[in-house]
């Protein structure tokens, strides 16, 4: 019987310690910038001087990058960071904005935002697709970007480069 107390108070210790997260209704800020976003990087489609501006000024690509190699980043030296930094970079310009092109004009439904530590994650629906714009809270910066069934910036960065350092092993 004096288990229970003990147990109760190590789970009360262990909620305590663990990171809250909480769903909300997505606020005019987070959907003008995710709307801005789409139109910024449309509007710059073609035009290589206003991709870089685009994606400098919504995505911050070193903790893009960060996120994608997760528990390696801190293992890498600064050539190597820079290289995860340019290939979420070049994934973001030719990869992603040519695929928001036939979107830029669709209404995106949004479902709700969640924020957990730093970020906060807007949830919507655009041309039929679930999609999670993970932000910096408080900036309109992006971390990654996931479409449901589909997959993440981060994912699709950390295979891209950890096949490259297979090849490159080899």
């Not at 663990?18 to 005019?28: G, L």
């Not at 509007?43 to 528990?71: I, K, P, Q």
Request: net charge positive.
């Amino acid at each position: 019987m004096n288990k229970v107390p003990g147990l109760l108070m190590v789970t009360l210790c262990v909620i305590g310690m663990s990171t809250v997260a909480y769903a909300a209704p997505v606020t005019d800020a987070h959907k003008q910038c995710v709307s801005n976003a789409i139109r910024a990087g449309a509007a710059a489609h073609g035009n290589a001087s206003a991709l870089l501006d685009a994606y400098n000024r919504y995505f911050d690509g070193e903790r893009m990058a960060a996120l994608a190699a997760r528990s390696d980043w801190g293992k890498l030296n600064s050539k190597q960071k820079r290289q995860w930094v340019e290939a979420a970079r070049s994934f973001v310009i030719n990869q992603v904005v040519p695929s928001i092109q036939k979107y830029a004009g669709s209404p995106i439904r949004y479902l709700r935002a969640v924020t957990q530590g730093g970020t906060v994650s807007v949830v919507g629906v655009v041309g039929g697709n679930t999609v999670t714009w993970r932000l910096i809270n408080g900036q309109c910066r992006f971390l990654d970007v996931s479409v449901s069934g589909i997959g993440s910036i981060s994912d699709f960065v950390r295979s891209g480069m950890v096949s490259k350092e297979r090849q490159s092993s080899r």
